[in-house]
T-cell receptor, first 111, second 118 residues
């Protein structure tokens, strides 16, 4: 059974600082997705990582995938308050197309 | 429509009642998914449709939960004899499937239906 673990689950950062969120998963998969969720809202797709070594960047966020280590990272550079949200990683597993989600990392960026 | 549409956005019901939640996926998306999200948790997979058929219903918690997609587009999630533990946000997502380059497996989510069972 595919399990997806994120850490940390809670992260309080100061503006301008850097930090990394980790996503580990338990069985082989070469598709990993990062989503953002604001309070009371649905999930917004951030990154789609489809192969070992894939790296995607958008603004202050960069995501990477190491399928051999079964690890993805979401790196935050020079955090700003607007990045405050919950970030989920999801891994393709089970039936074709089904995604298994981690518990999420709640990020709070303080001035 | 442009995005995944879910109705109702909020539903309050009493324990034991029957509930239906509706999802209208992105036009042209053949795959449709239902997830359930409890407060402070990640989305939990319930069921996945490819066209009209349920390709994987292994996430449905028990036989009180059922979902249909009779014409391969709109789907309805049905919950019988609701219990307080069914209270959650029910999320619907759709994706493009097929051999084209557009098939990244990325899911596009609706705003969700918040179900409260009193």
């Amino acid at each position: 059974e595919l399990k997806v673990e994120q850490n940390p689950l809670f992260l309080s950062m100061q503006e301008g600082k850097n930090y990394t969120i980790y996503c580990n998963y338990s069985t082989t998969s070469d598709r990993l997705y990062w989503y953002r969720q604001d309070p009371g809202k649905s999930l917004e797709s951030l990154f789609v990582l489809l192969s070992n070594g894939a790296v995607k960047q958008e603004g202050r966020l960069m995501a990477s995938l190491d399928t051999k280590a079964r690890l993805s990272t979401l790196h935050i550079t020079a955090a700003v308050h607007d990045l405050s949200a919950t970030y989920f990683c999801a891994v393709a597993g089970g039936s074709q197309g089904n995604l298994i989600f981690g518990k999420g990392t709640k990020l709070s960026v303080k001035p | 429509g442009a995005g995944v549409s879910q109705t109702p956005s909020n539903k309050v019901t009493e324990k034991g009642k029957y509930v239906e939640l509706r999802c209208d996926p992105i036009s042209g998306h053949t795959a449709l998914y239902w997830y359930r999200q409890s407060l402070g948790q990640g989305p939990e997979f319930l069921i996945y449709f490819q066209g009209t058929g349920a390709a994987d219903d292994s996430g449905l918690p028990n036989d009180r939960f059922f979902a249909v997609r009779p014409e391969g587009s709109v789907s309805t999630l049905k919950i019988q004899r609701t219990e307080r533990g069914d209270s959650a946000v029910y999320l619907c997502a759709s994706s493009h499937t097929g051999p084209s380059a557009a098939n990244t497996g990325e899911l596009f989510f609706g705003e969700g239906s918040r179900l409260t069972v009193l």
